[in-house]
Structure formats: structure tokens, C-alpha cells
């Protein structure tokens, strides 16, 4: 009799948890990227191009990746994804005036990786040869992207023959930047809604509208923070008392710190209080596979 009971719970476990469901999904989507920052279009979706005419140089805005879906039951989904975008931002495709003066472009590569949960309001993933269900999603990931960095290099002057010479004053020398491309990490929300199609049983052809609010102001190079500057000092003049060169003494190492503090608000575009968006719309094809221990029918 316990025997029964417990055969029968079980049987009713498997039918209320969903375990009918295929658990697994492996599948790939692509389709167009965009940002939403401080530089270019300040469109959501489906932006154009930089230029049609020079697609070899600067590519299109498109996204690229992999998911794997473990399905937990018919409705509820726990989906992995890694992908690569492609972001570009030209202020001559803006609809604000003071952008297109400004003319200001460029491009980011961005990779990514996250952890989405995604709720099917139809049993999609239930095992039949077709279905149709919209669907809504939200999780957390990372990103790695492109940043600009500088060197500001702080030199004596010299006379014609190359020769140092010592300051007059503490602003009585040269400071130039050096520019570089560096990898910084960020942490992005990506949520939005999608439609799954699942058909011949296995596979699913489902499309998405992906948002994406990510902590940084950089992705379109609008902003450069302390970490991405670093000052270089000429040692050809020595201070005696310290052995170091002397643009590192008082008054000139403060007045060096006064110029990066100046490079960097000269640096910055836009409202430094937002945040950049990442956002995508996507097609995607899955296969699903794979039943619990425990199935039964």
C-alpha cells in the first residue's frame, strides 16, 4: 500500500513539474545590433548602417552567438548564451542638430555571455510536433568591449640641439597624449520578449527583441575614466633630493595631476549620468533533445 501511494505521488510530481518536456536545447541566432549612448542614432531597434558604401571597412551592426535551453518543464527555461556584436554609432545618422554638427562615429566589438530565464506562456516545450508560443525573458551577464586609453607623456622643453631644459616656472613644460585601444568589462540586464515555433517535433525556430542596459558609459568611447590614463615623466633632469625626475616634484607632479584631471573632462561627450544600451533583434534555430530519468508516460 505505501508502495502505491508513493508510485502515485511520484506520477503526480511528473505530471504537475512538466517532466514531458524535452530537456534540452542547442541552437544558434543572429541578426542586428545597436547602441544607444551618447554618440549616433538614439533609436532602439534596427538602426542603419554607418555607410552602405563602405561596408568592407566598417561592417554592419550585427550580433552572432549560441545558446543551450535547459527546460525545466513545458513553460520555464533556464538558457545560456555567448555571442558576438558588432556596434556602430555615427552622429551624421542622428536626429538631433547638435549631433550631426558634431559629426562624431565609430564602432565597438562586444563580447558576451549570460543567464536568462525564460517563461513560455504556451507548453511549447512539451513533446508535440508543433506549437506556437510568445514568450518573455530577463537575466544578468558580462561584456567584454573596446576602450580607448592614453598615455600623457610630461617632457622638459629643450633648445635646438635636443637638450633638456629645466622649467622657468611650474607649467614651463610639455605634456602630449598617446593614444591606444585596451579591454574593459562590464555587467549588462538583457530582457525582452520573443515567439518560439517549434515544429517536426525536435526543432524550433524562434525570433526576439533583446534589451540590454549595461553599467558603463564607454562603449561608444564618449567617456575615459582614471583607469585609462596613465602619465609618463622624461627623467633627463633628476631632482636631486629625491633621484626621480623632477616633473615629479612639487610644484610640477601637481600640476601634472591638474592636466590629467583636464585631458579627462576634455574627453567626455554626452550625459555622464546615463548608461549605454546594447540592443538586439534576432532569429534563432534550436534542437531540442533529451527526456529526464524519470520520464514516463
Request: charged share 20%.
Amino acid at each position: 500500500m505505501n508502495k502505491k501511494l508513493l508510485y502515485g505521488l511520484m506520477a503526480a510530481f511528473v505530471s504537475v513539474t512538466g517532466f514531458k518536456a524535452q530537456r534540452h536545447e542547442i541552437g544558434l541566432r543572429a541578426g542586428m545590433s545597436n547602441l544607444v549612448g551618447d554618440i549616433g542614432q538614439t533609436s532602439f531597434i534596427l538602426q542603419e548602417p554607418m555607410s552602405l558604401s563602405n561596408l568592407s571597412d566598417n561592417g554592419i551592426p550585427g550580433y552572432i552567438g549560441a545558446l543551450y535551453r535547459m527546460n525545466f518543464n513545458p513553460y520555464q527555461t533556464l538558457r545560456f548564451d555567448v555571442g558576438y556584436s558588432h556596434i556602430q554609432f555615427d552622429d551624421k545618422l542622428a536626429k538631433e542638430e547638435y549631433r550631426r554638427n558634431r559629426k562624431m562615429w565609430g564602432t565597438n566589438n562586444l563580447l558576451t555571455a549570460s543567464a536568462i530565464f525564460e517563461y513560455n506562456f504556451l507548453p511549447v516545450n512539451n513533446e508535440q510536433k508543433s506549437m506556437l508560443s510568445p514568450y518573455i525573458f530577463g537575466g544578468i551577464g558580462g561584456m567584454v568591449f573596446d576602450v580607448t586609453q592614453a598615455t600623457l607623456n610630461h617632457d622638459f622643453k629643450r633648445d635646438p640641439s635636443g637638450v633638456a631644459l629645466a622649467p622657468q616656472n611650474e607649467i614651463d613644460y610639455n605634456t602630449t597624449a598617446e593614444y591606444s585601444t585596451g579591454k574593459r568589462v562590464t555587467m549588462y540586464v538583457p530582457f525582452g520578449v520573443g515567439l518560439k515555433y517549434k515544429f517536426n517535433n525536435n526543432w524550433s525556430l524562434f525570433g526576439e527583441l533583446m534589451f540590454s542596459p549595461t553599467i558603463t558609459d564607454q562603449l561608444d568611447y564618449s567617456k575615459l575614466i582614471s583607469k585609462d590614463v596613465k602619465s609618463n615623466y622624461n627623467g633627463d633632469i633628476i631632482d636631486p633630493t629625491t633621484g626621480k625626475s623632477l616633473l615629479l616634484s612639487a610644484p610640477y607632479f601637481n600640476v601634472s595631476k591638474e592636466r590629467e584631471e583636464y585631458f579627462l573632462g576634455q574627453r567626455t561627450v554626452g550625459n555622464t549620468k546615463s548608461k549605454d544600451w546594447v540592443n538586439s533583434v534576432t532569429i534563432g534555430l534550436s534542437y531540442s533533445f533529451g527526456r529526464p530519468p524519470c520520464y514516463c508516460d
